[in-house]
Each structure stands twice: as structure tokens, then as C-alpha cells.
């Protein structure tokens, strides 16, 4: 059964970069047609799609957040990664890594891990 | 880009019917798929439709997605509504250059 666990810093500071680890179990990483993604989600508000990368090491990113972040695989530890740079308070939210099922970027059934919440602050 | 526009909430007794629309403000629904997503208070979202009407394995066939290029809309329904079906839902298509969530409706059943 496919598990996405996410991991990393719980606070970090105004400026910093925020790093998280999505770690997948019950399935590997390097399968072909599975989309590997970030969603975020503030306090309160709606979805919001980061970005993915595909098995390939192909990646595809939200154009607002594009300059800013940088996704990327670790086969070996059957992980993937978010790095977000120059935070602000209103990147405060929940962090869910997430699975994507299909042969096109955007479509398919969706397996999401539990989500991190991740707070901006000095 | 795109976005697409949901009703802030919904309300509807157990045992009726409800249906959630999701319309895209450009471009055409039907030339990309869209998802809509479950998420119970403070769970994290699950498929409920995937490509405008697949149903994932697991899902009741109480839950039914459809396009309609005419409102250029997508949308989602649940019959015979149950208490656990009180939930935030969300729709989800993409184009060339991103993806794109709705602002999510709010399902009340009371």
C-alpha cells in the first residue's frame, strides 16, 4: 500500500529556505507514469499546486512560485524533495507531498500524504 | 492562466442529492481532465473523481463526475447523501503551464 510521508523543519525563519522530504513507501520512486508533487494549503484557505516531477527527473512548477523553487528526486532513498527559497509569512501552510496517477502532467487519481504544517517566523 | 470557480458552500438533507459545479474561466473544460478532491476537517484530501468521471477503487458509486462544455463547467454529484459525506471539496484541472485548484465548496449535510 503507497504511503507519502513528509518531513523537515516544522519553523523556519522570514528570508531562509524551507526544505521538506517526502519519504515513499510501498512503491518506488522511479516507476514510469507516476507525477511526484507539492501542494500546499494555509491556515484555513484552499489548495495551492507548487509543483511535480516525473520519474524522467522532468519538472513542471507553479509560474508564481517558479523562481523560487527547485523539486528533486533521491532514488536511492526512494525520496523526493521541496526547496523553497527567500520565505515569507505567506508561505506559511500545510506542506502535502503527493502522488499523481497518468500519462499527462495535472490528470489522474491523486495519493496524498498526511501534510506538514510549516510555520514562517522569526 | 486560468482559474476555476466554485460555490463557497452547499447545503442538503441525508438521503437527497447535491451537485457541485467547477467552471473554468478560459480555455475549454473539455481539453483537460479534471479531479475533485475530499478533505474532511483536518484529514488530508482524497480522489474522489479523476479525469472528469473515473471513480477510484473505494469510492461509492454515490459519487459521479461529469463535464458540460456548454457552461464550460465541470461538475460533481452525490446522491443519497450520508452525514460522512459533510466535507470541503475541491476541483482541479491544469493547461500547458500549471495546475490549478478551485477554491473549494463546503458541503453541509444536515
Known amino acids: 500500500q503507497l504511503q507519502l510521508q513528509e518531513s523537515g523543519p516544522g519553523l523556519v525563519k522570514p528570508s531562509e529556505t524551507l526544505s521538506l522530504t517526502c519519504t515513499v513507501s510501498?512503491?518506488?520512486?522511479?516507476?514510469?507514469?507516476?507525477?511526484w508533487g507539492w501542494i500546499r494549503q494555509p491556515p484555513g484557505k484552499g489548495l495551492e499546486y507548487i509543483g511535480s516531477?516525473?520519474?524522467?527527473?522532468?519538472?513542471y512548477y507553479n509560474p508564481s512560485l517558479k523562481s523560487r523553487v527547485t523539486i528533486s528526486v533521491d532514488t536511492s532513498k526512494n525520496q523526493f524533495s521541496l526547496k523553497l527559497s527567500s520565505v515569507t509569512a505567506a508561505d506559511t501552510a500545510v506542506y502535502y507531498c503527493?502522488?499523481?496517477?497518468?500519462?499527462?502532467?495535472?490528470?489522474?487519481?491523486?495519493?496524498w500524504g498526511q501534510g506538514t504544517l510549516v510555520t514562517v517566523s522569526s | 492562466n486560468f482559474m476555476l470557480t466554485q460555490p463557497h458552500s452547499v447545503s442538503e438533507s441525508p438521503g437527497k442529492t447535491v451537485t457541485i459545479s467547477c467552471t473554468r474561466s478560459?480555455?475549454?473544460?473539455?481539453?483537460?481532465?479534471v479531479q475533485w478532491y475530499q478533505q474532511r476537517p483536518g484529514s488530508s484530501p482524497t480522489t474522489v473523481i479523476y479525469?472528469?468521471?473515473?471513480?477510484p477503487s473505494g469510492v461509492p458509486d454515490r459519487f459521479s463526475g461529469s463535464i458540460d462544455s456548454s457552461s464550460n463547467s465541470a461538475s460533481l454529484t452525490i446522491s443519497g447523501l450520508k452525514t460522512e459525506d459533510e466535507a470541503d471539496y475541491y476541483c482541479?484541472?491544469?493547461?500547458?503551464?500549471?495546475?490549478?485548484f478551485g477554491g473549494g465548496t463546503k458541503l453541509t449535510v444536515l
Open positions: 482541479q484541472s491544469y493547461d500547458s503551464s500549471n495546475q490549478v
Open positions: 516531477i516525473y520519474y524522467s527527473g522532468s519538472t
Open positions: 478560459s480555455g475549454s473544460i473539455a481539453s483537460n481532465y
Open positions: 479525469e472528469d468521471n473515473q471513480r
Open positions: 510501498g512503491g518506488s520512486i522511479s516507476s514510469s507514469s507516476y507525477y
Open positions: 503527493a502522488r499523481q496517477d497518468g500519462a499527462i502532467v495535472g490528470a489522474g487519481r491523486r495519493y
